[in-house]
C-alpha cells in the first residue's frame, strides 16, 4: 500500500529463541503475530523496513563482562545463525543497507529503483546509528509506520524516539502485542511516555486492519 511501511526491528534467531544468546523474555509469544504482519505485508505490496544487528568483537556494545545496559555478551555476530533473521519475518528480495556513510543522492536512487524490502545493517542499538536511514526515509517519505519487533526498552525505544525526534509527517503506530521488553516495568512506562508523545498504540488485528483502509 502507497504511503505505508511496516518497521520490523532486529526479529532475529538470537533475541527471539529461547536457544539463542540473548533472548528477549517470552519473545517466542509474539512470533505468530510477527508472521501475520510479515504475510500482510508482502500479500498487500506494503514494503518492510527492517533492522538487524550484525556485530563485529570490537563493537562498543559487546563485552565479555557486560553491565546489561550499555553492554551486551557477544550476540548477533556476523555470519552466525544467530544474526539471521526468523523466518517468520523473512523479507522479500531485501535491499541491504550497512552502516557505512554513503551518498545521499545515491542511495535514494537505489530505494527508488528497488520494489523489495529493505533491511539496515546496525552496529549499536540505535538504527540511527547507520547514516543511511535517514535519506532512505526522505525517499519513502512514509504517511504510515508500523513498528514492531524486539526489544521494546532497547531498540525498538530508540528507533521510536529516533522517529519521534526527526519530527516527520508520519503517523506512527507500535503494535503492542508484537514485541516484548527486557524488563517489563520499564515497557509499561516507555508505552506510557510514547503515547502521551502522539505514538498510536495498536494491536496486530488493529495493525492488519490499517493496512487495508
Known amino acids: ?11 532475529q534467531n538470537e533475541f527471539m529463541h529461547e536457544t539463542g544468546r540473548l533472548y528477549v523474555p517470552d519473545a517466542e509469544e509474539v512470533i505468530p503475530n510477527l508472521k501475520a504482519l510479515t504475510s500482510c505485508a508482502h500479500e498487500r505490496g506494503i514494503r518492510i523496513v527492517a533492522s ?7 563493537d562498543s556494545e559487546i563485552s565479555n563482562d557486560p ?14 545463525a544467530g544474526q539471521q533473521k526468523i523466518d517468520e ?8 543497507i550497512g552502516p557505512d556513510r554513503g551518498d545521499s543522492d ?7 529503483d528497488h520494489s523489495g524490502d529493505i533491511l539496515f545493517l546496525k552496529h549499536e542499538f540505535d538504527v540511527f546509528s547507520n547514516s543511511n536511514v535517514e535519506p532512505v526515509l526522505e525517499e519513502l517519505a512514509p504517511d504510515v509506520i508500523v513498528l514492531y519487533g524486539v526489544a521494546l526498552d532497547v531498540c525498538n525505544r530508540y528507533a521510536i524516539e529516533g522517529l ?23 515497557a509499561r512506562e ?4 510514547w503515547e ?16 487495508t483502509s
Open 190 to 193: 516507555l508505552l506510557r511516555d
Open 164 to 186: 519521534l525526534k526527526r519530527r516527520l509527517q508520519s503517523r506512527l503506530c507500535a503494535v503492542t502485542d508484537a514485541t516484548k521488553p527486557i524488563v517489563a516495568d520499564k
Open 106 to 112: 545515491s542511495i535514494k536512487v537505489r530505494v527508488r
Open 196 to 211: 502521551e508523545s502522539g505514538v498510536e498504540l495498536i494491536t496486530t488485528a488493529e495493525a492488519l486492519e490499517l493496512s
Open 67 to 80: 553491565d546489561f545496559v550499555a553492554t551486551y555478551p557477544p550476540h548477533c555476530m556476523h555470519g552466525t
Open 52 to 58: 538487524a544487528d550484525d556485530h563485529t568483537p570490537g
Open 1 to 11: 500500500m502507497p504511503g505505508m511501511i511496516f518497521w520490523d526491528v532486529d526479529t
Open 89 to 96: 519475518t523473512e523479507l522479500e528480495d531485501p535491499l541491504i
